[in-house]
């Protein structure tokens, strides 16, 4: 068959369907009219506030402030789809140098992440006093630690909370309290070529600490308004002593701190509670 013939019972071939073509058309574009139009969701602006436990420290290298691209803002951040815009956190920060340096640029983040009050109940004492001596003392700077937590950190966390909000009004917050640090159903935790031990009896005080510490953070949240994260379930099993650590070692550089492992069950924790839809 010559083929400018076949070319033109192409052409009426196709002009027998044509009618039913344009009706597919139009149908189509009268369904596509008649839905509402659905936007693909902007990112959220999103702030980190806080000390070690959220600038990283302890997850691998380290920046300015003891910050890590390992830490969970970063980590949420690539989850989320959520801009992590100002990571104001610093390690060894308090309530009050939070307070002093790190409410800066939150007049319009949309999302602000909050981990705080560790340093302000003299933590780290009571775990070097349990590593370091007896039981007996290990109860007494456990008993100095928990008596901040009930009579000194509440106070703090109001005047925190309530500047968070006025430097960032629009934003959801999000508290994280800390994970417990030991694994007490693994034993004691030997320091390795040092003396330095804490039994399952000083391993049980210092985690009912740290739910103390935990408690009233959350209760203070709740006052205030803000999304309370507890990290606790995430970590268990995963404390120091275990044989699948998440905290690092009295050894490590930055001791007694979530590893990479670590800040991934923090990011874990937050996004599980966490819907961006629903902060616009």
Request: aromatic share 6%; charged share 15%.
């Amino acid at each position: 068959m010559p083929r400018h013939y076949r070319s033109v019972m192409g052409t009426r071939e196709q002009g027998h369907r044509r009618p039913a073509a344009v009706a597919a058309s139009v149908l189509a574009l009268t369904v596509s009219s008649a839905l509402p139009s659905v936007a693909a969701p902007d990112e959220v602006t999103y702030d980190a506030l806080g000390d070690s436990y959220a600038s990283g420290a302890g997850s691998g290298p380290l920046g300015a402030c003891g910050q890590s691209e390992a830490a969970y803002p970063e980590r949420l951040d690539a989850r989320k789809k959520i801009s992590l815009d100002d990571d104001n956190t610093c390690a060894g920060a308090t309530v009050q140098t939070m307070l002093e340096t790190q409410l800066v640029g939150l007049d319009d983040a949309e999302l602000v992440t909050v981990t705080i009050g560790g340093n302000n109940i003299g933590w780290s004492q009571a775990i070097g006093a349990c590593l370091a001596y007896d039981e007996e003392t290990c109860e007494w700077a456990v008993g100095q630690s928990t008596w901040a937590i009930t009579n000194v950190l509440p106070p703090l966390l109001d005047t925190a909370y309530a500047a968070v909000h006025a430097s960032a009004p629009e934003a959801h917050v999000v508290v994280t309290g800390y994970p417990r640090l030991f694994s007490p159903e693994f034993g004691d935790y030997a320091v390795t070529g040092t003396p330095l031990v804490a039994t399952v009896s000083e391993q049980q005080l210092l985690n009912a600490g740290a739910d103390q510490l935990n408690a009233v953070i959350a209760a203070k949240a709740a006052e205030h308004g803000f999304q309370y994260v507890d990290v606790t379930e995430k970590f268990s099993g995963h404390g120091v002593n275990a044989p699948d650590a998440w905290i690092t070692g009295a050894q490590d550089m930055v001791p007694f701190h979530p590893t990479a492992a670590g800040q991934d069950a923090y990011a874990a924790a937050v996004t599980s509670q966490l819907d961006p839809r629903s902060l616009r």
